[in-house]
C-alpha cells in the first residue's frame, strides 16, 4: 500500500455533495503491454491525449447514518442501469477504500455517459475510470486541503488502480506513465506530463477509423496476463523502454520521421505480442491491414507525414499534424472510409485532459 496516497484527514460531512468531471480517451504511442499487481507497468507507456473522445461522469455522494465496509453505488450508462459494469467498479471501489476510507460514509449515484460510440471499439476505460476518479479526488477536496498538485496526481493513481492506460487521461498533451532513466519525475504509481514537446505534436491529429465495432475477442486484461509466460516478453519490455528513449528528442525537436518510425513500430510489435503468445490471438482484421498498406502508398506517393497506431483491437488510429489535415482528411473520405464499418470514423486531436463540466 502506498500511505502518502491515503486520505487520512478527509473527514466526511452529512452534506449531499455533486461533482461532475469528464475526462478524455488517450492513445498511447509507446504502448503498456504487461503488468504485475497492483496494477504496476513491466514498461514505461507514452501517450497523446485526446479531445473528442470523452466521458461525462456525474457522481452524487449520499452520506449514510453508519459506515460500511464496502462501498455502495449505482450506476446508470447513457440512461440505462448497467449490472456488467459492476464487477469492475466493485474490485475498483474495494482497492481504492484503503485510499479514500471517507468513502464508506456515502452511497455513490454514478451517472455515465460517452461522446464516442459505444462498442466503437475505442477504449472507454481510460475515459471512464479518469473521470470516476476525478469525481471522487473532488469530494476529498472537499473534505480535506489538496493542492492542485496533489489533486491531479491523487486523480492519476486512482485512475490507475481501475485501468492502466486511465491514469494517462488526466493531463495533456503528452503523459508518460512508468518509471524511466530518462524521465526524472516518472513513476509506475501515476502518469507524469511530459514537457518540452515540439509545437508540431500539440495540436496533432488522430482520425480514429472503426474498422470493426463488435466486442472484442480478447480483453487487455487477458492480452496483460499472457504476457507473464510470454517467450519475448523481457525482450519487448526493454524495447519499449528503449523505444520511449528515442521518442523523446523526436518530440523535442519535432522530427516527424522519427516520429513515424518509432509509432509504427510500436504498434505493430504490440500486435506481434499477440500473435505470439499462448494461446495466440490476432485482433487486426483484413480491413486494418488494407488502411495500413493505403496509408503507406500515399505517404510514399505524397510525402505527407501521415502514420498509424493501434491499441488492442482493430480500429486504426490515423496520426498527422494538424498542418496537412486537409490533404489527409481528404485520403481519409476518398481512400479510407471504405473499410470503416458504416463508413465511421472519429476525428479527435490532442488535447489536455480532465475538466469540470
Ligand atoms: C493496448 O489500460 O486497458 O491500449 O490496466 O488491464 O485496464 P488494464 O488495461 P488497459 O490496457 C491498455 C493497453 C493498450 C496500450 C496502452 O494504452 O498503453
Known amino acids: 500500500m502506498e ?13 449531499i455533495f455533486t461533482s461532475r468531471w469528464q475526462a478524455p480517451s488517450n492513445i498511447a504511442l509507446i504502448k503498456y503491454w504487461g503488468k504485475t499487481a497492483p496494477q504496476l507497468p513491466k514498461n514505461a507507456s507514452l501517450s497523446f ?17 453508519k459506515p460500511t465496509n464496502k462501498v455502495f453505488f449505482s450506476i446508470v450508462f447513457e440512461g440505462e442501469e448497467k449490472p456488467s459494469f459492476r464487477p469492475k467498479l466493485e474490485a475498483f471501489f474495494a482497492n481504492i477504500l484503503l485510499y479514500q476510507p471517507f468513502l464508506a460514509y456515502y452511497q455513490l449515484k454514478i451517472t455515465s455517459q460517452n461522446t464516442f460510440p459505444h462498442s466503437s471499439g475505442i477504449a472507454s476505460s481510460a475515459s471512464s475510470m479518469a473521470a470516476l476518479a476525478a469525481c471522487l479526488v473532488d469530494l476529498e477536496s ?9 489533486k491531479i496526481n491523487k486523480i492519476s493513481f486512482l485512475a490507475r488502480l481501475g485501468s492502466g492506460s486511465a ?29 518540452d514537446i515540439h509545437s508540431v505534436f500539440k495540436d496533432f491529429c488522430d482520425a480514429i477509423l472503426l474498422i470493426d465495432k463488435g466486442q472484442k475477442q480478447v480483453s487487455s486484461t487477458l492480452g496483460h496476463k499472457l504476457m507473464h ?34 509509432v509504427e513500430k510500436e504498434a505493430l ?17 483484413p480491413n486494418t491491414l488494407s488502411v495500413i498498406n493505403k496509408i503507406w502508398s500515399f505517404r510514399k506517393e505524397t510525402g505527407i507525414p501521415v502514420c498509424f497506431t493501434l491499441d488492442a483491437g482493430a480500429n486504426v488510429h490515423v496520426l498527422y499534424p ?27 486531436r490532442v488535447g489536455s485532459g480532465i475538466k469540470k463540466y
Request: hydrophobic share 45%.
Open 142 to 150: 472537499q473534505l480535506t486541503i489538496l493542492s492542485e498538485n496533489e
Open 322 to 348: 494538424n498542418n496537412v489535415a486537409e490533404e489527409v482528411n481528404h485520403f481519409i473520405e476518398v481512400e479510407l472510409l471504405q473499410f470503416c464499418q458504416n463508413r465511421q470514423c472519429v476525428h479527435d
Open 167 to 195: 491514469c494517462r487521461s488526466a493531463q495533456g498533451p503528452v503523459m508518460a506513465w512508468g518509471s524511466h532513466p530518462k524521465l526524472a519525475d516518472a513513476s509506475d504509481l501515476l502518469a507524469v506530463a511530459v514537457n
Open 229 to 262: 509466460q510470454h517467450p519475448y516478453a523481457d525482450q519487448r519490455f526493454a524495447q519499449a523502454n528503449t523505444h520511449l528513449a528515442e521518442l523523446l528528442p523526436i518530440l523535442q525537436q519535432g522530427d516527424l520521421d522519427g516520429f513515424i518510425s518509432i
Open 269 to 285: 510489435h504490440l500486435h506481434a505480442m499477440m500473435m505470439t503468445s499462448d494461446p495466440y490471438f490476432i485482433l487486426m482484421q
Open 49 to 65: 491525449t485526446l479531445s473528442n473522445a470523452v466521458t461525462l461522469t456525474e457522481v452524487v455522494f449520499m452520506p449514510l447514518d
Open 3 to 15: 500511505e502518502s496516497f491515503v486520505a487520512i484527514n478527509a473527514q466526511p460531512t452529512k452534506e
